[in-house]
């Protein structure tokens, strides 16, 4: 929250637009934190197949469509993707001031046991332009 504000004070000051999205990843001995702000996507790829870890935070997730809307967010879909105010589809990311009365900056973070995994694997983390190829 702290970098979000910060972040929004030198747009403000400097006249600027956009915003960040971040996925994190930490491992410590057996265990596997996935931290994730915005619509990338964390997955295991285990055995040859890929296994998504992560919610997106974006307005096609039905749970972060509603909470949009809840903050008075007008959604409008547009060639199959849904979009705030008609323009922009993620619900949590770092700045993007023009919309920030409805996104927040709040963090999901995901615990795993890397050995109820079968076999050692790979963790791969993407950004939302990565995955719009269909995996899942």
Do not use: P
């Not at 900056?105 to 950004?127: H, I, N, P, Q, T």
């Amino acid at each position: 929250m702290k970098l979000d504000e910060e972040l929004l004070n030198y747009q403000k000051k400097m006249n600027l637009e956009g915003g960040s999205t971040a996925l994190c990843a930490l491992i410590k001995e057996n265990e596997l934190f996935v931290i994730n702000i915005g619509d990338s996507i964390a997955a295991l790829i285990t055995d040859g197949k890929i296994q998504k870890i992560n919610e997106e935070h974006n307005t096609n997730n039905e749970k972060e469509k509603i909470l949009m809307e809840k903050k008075g967010a007008l959604i409008v879909k547009i060639k199959n993707a849904f979009r705030i105010m008609g323009e922009i589809s993620v619900t949590r990311s770092f700045g993007d001031r023009t919309y920030k009365e409805y996104l927040t900056c709040d963090a999901d973070v995901y615990k795993y046991d890397l050995r109820d995994f079968e076999k050692d694997g790979l963790l791969f983390l993407g950004s939302d332009g990565f995955w719009n190829v269909k995996f899942f």
